[in-house]
């Protein structure tokens, strides 16, 4: 069954069946996409049935409204503690991209192995670079992680031993799923690239930094002028104050080692469709595409003294250099036990907008 | 419906539902698998049943086997012509990777981009190379692709632009889907890497070299020997020989432009499956992993004059440098309207065993 969250509940949209079918035209012989057990088929739908959808939900979440609010039947059975509930990821993903868009955060980590003068790759400024991620291994908050074992170069010249991760970081993301997708060979161009992404999640890019070395980096302010599929009209970057927190096995209370934003980001979701598809690639609809690490903000070049706006302990330890204190203990990147939460929320002045937890605990590795 | 080849028909297993029950009890409430609309639980099921299912198959089909001869209305039912049939892929493909372990290839590639000195990265030798791909760009043999376009280099330093791929190649491989699948965190070890490979198909890469150029490479005869975990007793090659043919717009036959085997791979199979599930990687029933192009034989490395051996354009032709006689058309690349056809058999004293074809055309690109 499909849910929205609601303070500390959930409703349930499955239960609603009737008094969608009733009120919203757009869901008309279409309301039982709720009872499925992903929304893949409610984000092929598209974006005009999506609206009309939330703007059904929040009339009758509204104080306002005695749809939900008098009827204490309907009530019991659509909402539902989210302590009780079991979380699902949304969708049956069918392919997974991540990209690395963060201009702050493709420096950062140019400059710590290229050296600040080739700190950008010279493709950066003239593309959303992405790589193609295993949807195998998307797992739903708070799933906790084995350590990888992999090939680890004990140093230049050395052959590779074999061992666990010793530099296993995280990397604050955040991601969009694909409403309709695209006929193979029919690129979506970047007018029509909205109307092709559902929503966006927290996303932890867990990393194994010896086993899997990061291995490509960016350029600036849209300067040079992206090629003219790549350009977009209006505003494209979402104001959405991001935090990571950090706690160490044992330890009660998780430690904030980073504030972020996504709109820190250089190239926009939009942008990243748009080159995602223009080789005429197929979106499915469920299809998740990463932003890359999300490091952004007036000190996030070069690792100033303050850390917090950095999306990764590779940057925000300069690989290592540096460490920091989590509940009294040192550290440089994660070791067993320890737990790392991504929080998101946008906000004006009369709404806030949470995106929930993204939350991991890393365990030894297998034997 | 789920069918395996037999001469120029097909055989419906789900026709045989009953008798697969009756004969062969690891299918005990389990032969409705040839009923769905893939082989993902089939594949799923493991290699007892598989090789128990395969046997009955092999029993009834043989000329001395009444089962199926003597039973015209059977026979009607559950024998239809290949030509009559349309043909899809045999399991639903939640990942799909794609390996580059011949090394022939990786030093052709390497010579070609680096030079003769450095044509094998220094991982190439010690793991089985793979990068992450689309499932959903994987499409069924005869299925026509439209030429990509996408951000093209002119030259050192100047500025891409957009436009066509000028360079589009194939690449002859073969791919593996994955049998029963391993849990998040707990790699397959490789003495059982051969019960989670179902089996072996043919795979056209189709490559568009002039937009995502090729950047990686390979190492020698197993030496440096493989780290404990990528080592394997017994034979793990397979000799499968493949054939690649190509057509011209307009024109009927196909000219064989290469010859390989599955057998000169450097990396296994099994090397390939265990290496991508060393790091807790999870594999899915169904999952395909391609070996990347096969380049192999004694005249593959460096183009001798016998180009036969090479599985590319891009090394056939050495980057465009030569060009090759099609239909008595000129070619580097593939141009509009030009068919690949990729077929393969094994062989010996009483079998032939053919792996079908794998076809496709390119179209003008999307405008
Ligand atoms: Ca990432
Ligand atoms: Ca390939
Ligand atoms: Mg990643
Ligand atoms: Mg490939
Ligand atoms: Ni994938």
């Known amino acids: 069954m499909t849910s929205i969250a609601i303070g500390d509940q959930i409703l349930d949209l499955s239960s609603l069946t009737s008094l969608l079918e009733e009120n919203v035209p757009e869901l008309k012989n279409l309301s039982n996409v709720f009872s499925e057990p992903t929304l893949n088929k409610f984000m092929s739908l598209g974006r005009p049935i999506w609206q009309a959808t939330r703007q059904y939900l929040q009339q009758i979440l509204s104080e306002n409204d005695s749809t939900l609010r008098d009827n204490i039947e309907l009530k019991q059975r659509a909402l ?20 690395y868009a963060s201009k702050e955060h493709a420096t950062n980590v140019g400059t710590m192995f290229r050296g600040k003068d ?3 790759m010279p493709n950066w400024s003239h593309l959303p670079v992405g790589y193609h991620g295993r949807s195998s291994s998307i797992v739903v908050s708070g799933t906790d992680i084995v350590r990888p074992s992999g090939q680890i170069s004990p140093g230049k010249d050395q052959p590779p031993i074999f061992g666990a991760s010793k530099k296993l970081d995280f990397e604050l993301e955040m991601a969009f799923f694909v409403g309709p997708g695209n006929n193979l060979g029919e690129p979506i161009p970047i007018e029509k690239a ?31 002028t992206p090629l003219k599929y ?37 190239w926009s979701l939009k942008q990243q469709l748009v080159h995602h598809s223009v080789n005429g690639c197929n979106m499915r609809s469920g299809d998740l ?23 990764s302990l590779l940057e925000i330890t300069w690989n290592g250099k540096t460490k920091i204190d989590i509940n009294g203990n040192k550290r440089t990147f994660i070791e067993d036990g320890d737990e790392i939460l991504l929080t998101g929320y946008c906000t004006n002045e009369n709404y806030l907008i949470g995106f929930g937890e993204c939350i991991g605990k890393i365990l030894p590795t297998y034997k």
């Not at 977009?232 to 980073?258: F, Q, R």
């Not at 595409?289 to 999306?311: Q, R």
């Open 194 to 224: 909205i109307d092709h992404i559902f929503g966006v999640v927290l996303m932890n890019d867990w990393s194994a930094r010896d086993i899997q070395e990061p291995f490509l980096v960016e350029g600036p302010k849209q300067d040079p």
């Open 118 to 120: 080739n700190a950008l």
């Open 230 to 266: 790549l350009q977009d009209t209006g505003p494209s970057a979402y104001d959405i104050h991001l935090e990571v927190k950090m706690k160490s096995n044992h330890c009660k209370s998780h430690v904030t080692i980073a504030n972020s934003n996504l709109k820190y980001m250089y």
């Open 289 to 311: 595409c990463g932003t890359g690490t999300i490091s952004g903000g007036p000190d996030a070049i070069n690792g100033g003294p303050n850390k917090s706006p950095l999306g």
């Open 80 to 99: 539902i503690s989210q302590k009780l509930a079991r979380m699902h990821l949304p969708a049956n993903i069918g392919d997974f991209t991540d990209f």
